[in-house]
């Protein structure tokens, strides 16, 4: 996948962290959706289990 925006690797090395990297609250701010659903489903499930058991 080619993608315009630098990892966050590459922008430490370049100096450039706060000019490259979205900050949360920013428009431009966008998780990597798959590990970020992964982890949110994973925490989401027992809890949902535990409130309504």
Do not use: K, Y
């Not at 925006?5 to 922008?11: E, G, I, K, L, R």
């Not at 959706?33 to 535990?50: K, N, S």
């Amino acid at each position: 996948m080619i993608s315009s925006v630098p990892t966050p690797d590459a922008a430490e090395e370049a100096g450039r962290v706060a000019q490259d990297i979205p900050a949360n609250h920013s428009p431009l701010f966008a998780p990597v959706v798959q590990p970020t659903l992964d982890v949110g489903t994973r925490a989401l499930v027992p809890a949902a289990l535990a409130w309504l058991a």
